[in-house]
């Protein structure tokens, strides 16, 4: 449609040559379009991933460890990530890590310095974490959703008002939402959503930490111990146990982002080496969540002592203040928006970049349509689409979303995946592939130690899984699809 207010444009993905003169400068060395990332966006992909809304359990987590375990559990894992992380980021180029052919994916990195039957175990583990984040996402931002309007109704009509309320239409409206973001092509374009989803995830953080130091500071605290909740008449000591498994856990997955690490690196600059400044984000990212995860966990611990709840904010009440907890509960929904894009893009990448293989001449598969708005040059919109994209994507977030109605319990099952995601994605391929990238000796003192952060970390996982299993036991008893009311 020629000169009016709107019209398409035509392109062909097959039809772009990067050998050609006149668009080598938009080209890097893998023939991709050229890669704009820095440090900063960087971070802010990294906080996005790593500060979920799990960081509102960390208060209950310490509380089950008691002061001296539950600090220490969060220092020595959020040093365990910082490590592997930077081991990670030295994979992404191979042999080399300076010099290297690219590997733009987890995948790749792994297949590259382990060959293909790790890919395979890999893209299995990555890809159900991922798939996984998309539905239990959906789900938390429903369950923070109908927090708000719970809260809004107690204050107008009392305590004593029944206010009961489905989860599904706020499940539909997160789904129609993320169709619409979903066509954002890749990472690239990601990097606004994720610097506003970060600065979100230190909302709703610092809303908690605020309101539980106020609480501190007041003489309201209630009573901490250093070995955290006490085996007596409403605890035996097995639910003990099975608590501080699961407190292990959660800790230890609030601070796992390496299955996205790799995906993120391949948006930076190549103006510097790639894994130099990916060793400053995950540096820059890791200490700032760290700080966070500590004051959430002991401020919380402080405030609500061995009481604390598996949500800090819900601590405070529907009332006082109401607004500051609503308004931390909308900080939470924008953040977990910006994060569902951010942990569905290597599945989106995955499958089209699949599909331009196996049909490289359907124009289904690589045209692109340009939808241009408006007359004036300075004024224009113009937002770019394909059918492959719009019709795959749209497909998925559907059925992710069908699937956290149906199944509103998948949070459970989302703690059983991470905990059986954590240690393969954050440890053991990462630690495997630096061994292979640098032809470290067996039995040798470093090789020995990296060992033994793995066997560490295996038992957690499988701790945090055991705590998973007995807490999916209990939501499947109360198991009632599509009917979610609080």
């Not at 995950?282 to 598996?310: D, P, Q, R």
């Not at 004024?379 to 394909?386: E, F, G, P, S, V």
């Not at 994209?389 to 149906?406: I, K």
């Not at 391929?429 to 990238?437: E, G, H, L, N």
Request: charged letters at 15%; proline letters at 3%.
């Amino acid at each position: 449609m020629g000169d009016g207010l709107f019209h398409l444009q035509m392109s062909d993905q097959s039809e772009i040559d990067p050998k050609n003169a006149a668009n080598v400068e938009q080209f890097d060395d893998d023939g991709k379009p050229r890669r704009t990332g820095t440090v900063w966006t960087a971070t802010a992909h990294v906080i996005t991933a790593v500060i979920g809304s799990g960081v509102l359990s960390l208060a209950w987590g310490v509380a089950q460890l008691g002061w001296l375990a539950g600090v220490s559990t969060i220092f020595i894992f959020s040093l365990i990530t910082l490590y592997t992380s930077n081991l990670l980021a030295d994979c992404y180029r191979s042999p080399d890590p300076v010099s290297g052919e690219r590997n733009c994916t987890y995948g790749d990195a792994v297949k590259a310095n382990l060959g293909g039957k790790m890919f395979l175990a890999c893209r299995a583990v990555q890809f159900a974490i991922l798939i996984g984040m998309s539905i239990g996402y959906t789900i938390t931002a429903s369950i923070s959703m109908v927090a708000i309007q719970k809260s809004n109704c107690y204050h107008m009509r009392g305590h004593e008002a029944k206010c009961n309320f489905s989860h599904n239409p706020y499940m539909i409206g997160m789904g129609i939402l993320e169709i619409f973001l979903s066509q954002i092509p890749n990472f690239h374009k990601l990097s606004m959503l994720s610097i506003v989803a970060a600065i979100m995830s230190f909302g709703y953080s610092l809303v908690g930490i605020g309101l539980a130091f106020a609480m501190v500071v007041s003489g309201n605290g209630k009573r901490t111990t250093l070995t955290g909740v006490e085996v007596g008449m409403n605890l035996s000591t097995t639910d003990k146990t099975w608590r501080m498994f699961t407190a292990l856990g959660d800790i230890a997955l609030a601070f796992s982002y390496c299955q996205l690490l790799i995906e993120i690196q391949d948006t930076l600059s190549s103006a510097e080496p790639e894994n130099k400044v990916m060793k400053k984000a995950n540096t820059m990212a890791v200490c700032a969540t760290s700080a966070f995860y500590m004051m959430c966990g002991c401020f919380g611990y402080a405030a609500f002592g061995n009481e604390a709840s598996g949500n800090l904010l819900t601590g405070f009440g529907f009332y006082d203040p109401f607004w500051l907890v609503n308004l931390a509960n909308i900080f939470i929904v924008v953040h977990l928006v910006g994060a569902y894009q951010v942990f569905v893009q290597p599945v989106y990448d995955s499958f089209e970049s699949w599909a331009r293989r196996r049909w490289p001449d359907s124009r289904f598969v690589t045209a692109n349509y340009s939808i241009v708005i408006g007359k004036k040059k300075k004024k224009k919109l113009k937002l770019d689409t394909n059918l492959l994209r719009l019709t795959w994507r749209t497909g998925f977030v559907t059925l992710a979303t069908m699937t956290a109605m149906a199944m509103p319990f998948f949070n459970d099952i989302l703690g059983l995946l991470g905990a059986v995601a954590y240690w393969p994605l954050t440890v053991f391929f990462p630690v495997a592939m630096f061994v292979s990238q640098k032809k470290i000796r067996r039995w040798s003192r470093r090789w020995i130690g990296l060992q033994l952060i793995n066997m560490v970390c295996f038992l957690v996982a499988l701790a945090a899984a055991c705590g998973s299993i007995q807490g999916l036991n209990k939501a499947l008893h109360a198991y009632k699809p599509f009917n979610v009311k609080d």
